[in-house]
């Protein structure tokens, strides 16, 4: 197969008219009818096989979720339901999307992915002094509203903001980052693998490239983590402190699970809680993969897991005067917890956390610039 | 004929192989008992007092008190743990217990189907007494409930519950439900609350709407105590002599009950902008529609007495102190009182006899059509076949299904690889996967190490490995 290398895979921007001739010899390729060598050989060649991210191959090469939160478990363990959805990705899709979230051609100078505001260090969530924290993108796929205040109940419409919002990418439109994307012939190629096209793509459209960065966010699922396999049976999952903690957590004593709602540790409400700064109602945030995720809040107000268990414990909003104090959920109020139950919290917190989990971060993107990750 | 034959010989094979019970007496843990346990199982508890909160997760479990010679076995929090019972596994049956003294409930169901929680004593605890939540399939009945800061039995977000011949009194609120549909309240005697009986449907949570309410049978008597409830608490605003609210609910019939000496009003039918400092919450219609108010014995209700005066007084400056004066203050706050109040908005309401009752803020009412409801349900429980419960025989199937299952499935790699490679490696050898599964080791990179079963014994063991060898 590996007949020679396509030139563009040396540094992109100065390779450009170098580019442009293997453009046209893909084209002469494809008016003759036979598949180019361009096309066929590429170092960027996509996964068939799912990525470590909670997903398993099924029978039809396309990668589901692994989550044991079915009928049958639930007839014999005490386990929250799961709003079953039929998520199947195309492993090649996520893998495109994957390399058009660290790469930094999306943005308008070129200087960030998606990847520095979403960090996978961070479980995908990331820390913007002045603004919002970046939501985390842990089971985005089970979101029925995307961004803090839930405006959208669209991922295409989610992934337009910050593409376009002058404080992230800055592009004027969708259509000058799909330029830039059409402008890089392993984009087109890749584009015309993922539909299983012999022929470079003429032109990659807004939706699809959606549909790739789409697949790649929604990958990022996990129901996998000490806490899951405690349920499912394996006492010995947890420890004697998280399961403590566990117990404290779905008490009404707390009500952490009223909102927090297992298997996916939310309950998609926009309320109040009172956190500092907060003006309006945000999205109850997963907390699957929490104890990755600090600084803690939509404004990253608190640094530690244990300063928000404080902050609950206190009464959250309601201790505290003013607009947040009166409007904050009648769910939350002084709990009264005592040190050692705060410990198990925390500990019980990081239960959450499945130590597994990875993304692999590419180590070049298409577009020949450095990818990015974090800030 | 034959398949009644079959169904008792599986119900008698089921509880051979999965019915063990486990006594504990005090002194022993009720807990240690639990672990132990598989689904199936009872647990028996002899009388005398435990300190214990419990925790059960594992699903067809039934907790059993003994009472001898008038000695109940009693779950004591003691005022420092928090919740007596908290059981996440469906077909949880939980009977004979005397409950109290608990921070938060006394007992709570969390997501599980098919739950009785029967002929309890429940008693001073800091939020619910009995508090089924997000479940399907729910029977409350002949239970005790008294010292609740919140509601006696708390509906939470369920469907299909019958809530029948329960007694409740000093409570802030006697039964409540919430945000739930399919729900008969039969049978009860409810009094001496805040308020008697709730019909809410409450902004900011996950289930939007409430509907199919049927409150039918009651006794609501004298509901005019003092509200404790917890600030910042919504039953905190609940107003004291309230017989029963309905709150924003849909489809709500009362029929039947005797419903006397509450000293605010009978039944109220309120929208959420009549109580102070509700939510709003765009998904949630706020407004009480399709309320039926058929034949019901109403006897002085909305006159008050001196105390009633003392205790209403109270609850205005601890309204006003916590959350200032409320919208619609007209509506809530000055009291208007008499059998039936309404709060002028909603749709589709009606009164069955409204010629002999003393009504408030009624116009907006109908008089109903028929004085009963001409086919009424028995109750709102459906089969229980068709929700998941364990029906399965064969030990084998259930320990494989219940164990596992969750981690290995058929054809793909869930958490552990797939049966399809355990059969290939362990042809014609069951014994190999006992060994295995009772000491693992770790075999495979980028697997997690699979935890040791050996807490299942030998013939669970045995009888999932071959019923493992030949899954297909």
Known sequence: ?375 | MLRSLISIALMLITSLAFGAEHRVAPGEKIQDAITKASPGDTLILLPGIYHEGIVIDKANITIRGIIEKGSWPILDGQGKLNDGIIASGSGFTVESLHIKNYKANGVTTQAADNVTIRHLIVENTGIYGIYPTLGRNVLVEDNVTFGIADAGIYIGMCQHTDVRRNELYDNVAGIESENSHDVLIENNYVYRNTSGILAFTLPELPKKTSGNIIIRNNLIADNNIMNFGAKGAIVASVPPGSGAIVLAADDVIFENNIIRDNSLAGIIVAHHGAIPNMAKDPEVEPNPDRVKILNNLFINNGTKKLGDLVIWTRYLLKQIMSSGIPEGADESIIPRGGDIVGTKVGTNLCIYNPENLKLRDTEHFSKCAESFQANPPVTMIVDRAKLPVSTLANLGEQTYSAICAGCHAVNYRLIGPPVKEIQEKYKGNPQGIVNFAKAPVKVRDGYPQMPPQAYLGDEKLRAAAEYMLQKK
């Open chain 1, 1 to 375: 197969m590996a007949l020679f290398k396509p030139f563009d895979l040396v540094a992109g921007e100065l390779f450009r008219p170098m580019r442009t001739f293997s453009n046209i010899l893909v084209m002469i390729y494809a008016v003759a009818g036979i598949s180019s060598p361009l096309v066929a050989t590429n170092e960027f060649r996509l996964s068939n096989k799912c990525p470590n991210t909670g997903l398993y191959l099924d029978e039809q090469g396309l990668c589901r979720p692994i989550q044991p939160y079915s009928e049958t478990n639930y007839k014999f363990h005490g386990l929250w339901k799961l709003e079953q959805r039929d998520i199947k990705l195309d492993p090649r899709q996520i893998d495109l999307g994957r390399l058009l979230f660290f790469d930094p051609i999306l943005s308008k100078d070129q200087s960030m992915s998606c990847a520095t505001c979403h960090d996978p260090k961070k479980a995908f969530s990331g820390n913007r002094p002045g603004l919002r924290n970046s939501p985390g993108l842990i089971n985005l796929a089970y979101n029925p509203k995307f961004f803090w205040d839930g405006r959208t109940e669209s991922s295409a419409d989610q992934i337009k903001e910050p593409l376009t919002s002058p404080l992230e990418m800055a592009n004027e439109s969708v259509e000058s980052v799909t330029n830039r994307i059409n402008n890089i012939s392993i984009y087109r190629n890749l584009f015309a693998e993922v539909q299983q096209s012999k022929n470079q793509k003429s032109e990659i459209s807004w939706p699809e490239i959606v549909l790739a960065i789409d697949s790649f966010q929604k990958s990022l699922v996990t129901f996998t983590a000490p806490y899951d396999r405690y349920v499912l049976g394996d006492s010995a999952a947890m420890t004697e402190s998280q399961v403590r903690g566990l117990s404290l957590f779905r008490s009404f004593a707390t009500r952490c699970a009223e909102c927090h709602t297992p298997p996916l540790f939310t309950n998609h409400q926009i309320l109040t809680v009172g956190a500092p700064g907060e003006a309006r109602a945000f999205k109850v945030p997963t907390l699957r993969q929490i104890a990755k995720t600090a600084p803690y809040t939509h404004r990253g107000s608190f640094n530690s897991l244990s300063d928000v268990v404080k902050f609950y414990n206190e009464g959250g909003g309601r201790s505290r005067q003013g607009i947040s104090g009166r409007n904050t959920h009648w769910h939350v109020r002084p709990i009264g917890l005592s040190n050692s139950e705060e410990t198990d919290l925390v500990a019980f917190l990081n239960a959450l956390s499945d130590d597994s989990w990875r993304v692999e971060i590419p180590d070049k993107v298409p577009s020949g610039l450095l990818p990015r990750v974090g800030n």
